[in-house]
């Protein structure tokens, strides 16, 4: 079984710390990671098989992205015609986008096993599951 834990406290702006955070994810015990890095200005360990990652954060904008894996029986049995994409993928692709064509994006993402995705930055966070298609905004 795959195992994949985030708890986060987000603070108000007269909080010494702003934001916390703990993130476990026990894909494998082969599956290796870089240290954590400033890659182009987003801080993240990257995925040594994919180069991709499930949490990063970019200090400047304040953008944040964190993903769990989404495990129900009719997902551990789901086929798929060829392998299913990089989840880690879709948490780079954050730092790119509007917030309009990231809700676009997300919406073509039935091609990935399941996951849900916490995104945004420390103003204004929002939680999607590929299952559901629901964009859920999270109170900051």
């Avoid at 939680?127 to 905004?137: D, G, I």
Wanted: some cysteine.
């Amino acid at each position: 079984r795959h195992m994949c834990v985030t708890f986060w406290k987000l603070g108000t702006e007269d909080d010494e710390v702003r934001f916390w955070m703990v993130f476990n994810r026990e894909e494998s015990p082969d599956w290796l990671a870089s240290k954590i890095e400033n890659h182009e200005g987003i801080i993240y360990s990257k995925d040594m098989r994919t180069g991709t990652t499930w949490l990063a954060y970019c200090p400047s904008t304040h953008r944040i992205a964190f993903l769990t894996n989404f495990d129900s029986k009719e997902e551990v049995e789901r086929v798929f015609e060829q392998e299913p994409l990089s989840w880690g993928s879709i948490v780079l692709k954050w730092f790119d986008e509007t917030f309009e064509s990231f809700w676009e994006f997300l919406k073509t993402t039935a091609c990935y096993r399941g996951f849900n995705l916490i995104y945004g930055d420390l103003n204004q966070l929002w939680h999607f599951n590929n299952q559901s298609m629901e964009f859920t905004s999270i109170d900051t």
